[in-house]
T-cell receptor, first 112, second 110 residues
Framework: DGGITQSPKYLFRKEGQNVTLSCEQNLNHDAMYWYRQDPGQGLRLIYYSQIVNDFQKGDIAEGYSVSREKKESFPLTVTSAQKNPTAFYLC???????????FGSGTRLTVV | QQPVQSPQAVILREGEDAVINCSSSKALYSVHWYRQKHGEAPVFLMILLKGGEQKGHEKISASFNEKKQQSSLYLTASQLSYSGTYFCGTEIPNDYKLSFGAGTTVTVRA
């Protein structure tokens, strides 16, 4: 079955360490997105990519970095520069044209 | 800029109806609606493109008033399975990304 896979589901890191969240899709979707969700809040866009080897900053890109070397993969690195990294991170993808997003099951990151 | 959703929360008994509103200060190209169960990923419900367009998913429908940049989601004859948080996502022309509202938590009780 086609879908979008995020790993790991839960991640614990010490303050000051960089951490990379994985996002893989086998839907042949062109576009991929990273959103952050905090309790009681909506989804805020971190980065997005419309095609391979190209990506754009979203509303809250500071302290994060991404790469898009393959169509299927869009990893997100949370760097030590991110002041408050503890959150639920959601990856999504969509095909070209007018379609809805498919979301992964998310990664819950806790920084202690 | 994120769209504004209202109300923040609503509690229903099975069979009751509810309306969730989503408004934007910018001209919109499309409006998406998603439902998220606790601890799970958001699930796509529907997308609206044209002014006055209505769509349906089960007994859930939506409208989009292009002139007012507003969309409404209608939960009709609610079922227990309708419980969750509903998000609208808005896209402005040539922007190719969604901005999401803060969500509306719907609780349906037996």
């Amino acid at each position: 079955d086609g879908g979008i896979t995020q790993s790991p589901k839960y991640l614990f890191r010490k303050e000051g360490q960089n951490v990379t969240l994985s996002c893989e899709q086998n839907l042949n979707h062109d576009a991929m997105y990273w959103y952050r969700q905090d309790p009681g809040q909506g989804l805020r866009l971190i980065y997005y990519s419309q095609i391979v080897n190209d990506f754009q900053k979203g509303d809250i890109a500071e302290g994060y970095s991404v790469s898009r070397e393959k169509k299927e993969s869009f990893p997100l690195t949370v760097t030590s520069a991110q002041k408050n990294p503890t959150a639920f991170y959601l990856c999504a993808s969509s095909s070209s044209g007018v379609t809805g997003y498919t979301f992964g099951s998310g990664t819950r990151l806790t920084v202690v | 800029q994120q769209p504004v959703q209202s109300p923040q929360a609503v509690i229903l008994r099975e069979g009751e109806d509810a309306v969730i509103n989503c408004s934007s200060s910018k001209a919109l190209y499309s409006v998406h609606w998603y439902r998220q169960k606790h601890g799970e990923a958001p699930v796509f419900l529907m997308i609206l493109l044209k002014g006055g367009e209505q769509k349906g998913h089960e007994k859930i429908s939506a409208s989009f008033n292009e002139k007012k940049q507003q969309s409404s989601l209608y939960l009709t004859a609610s079922q227990l399975s309708y419980s969750g948080t509903y998000f609208c996502g808005t896209e402005i022309p040539n922007d190719y990304k969604l901005s999401f509202g803060a969500g509306t938590t719907v609780t349906v009780r037996a």
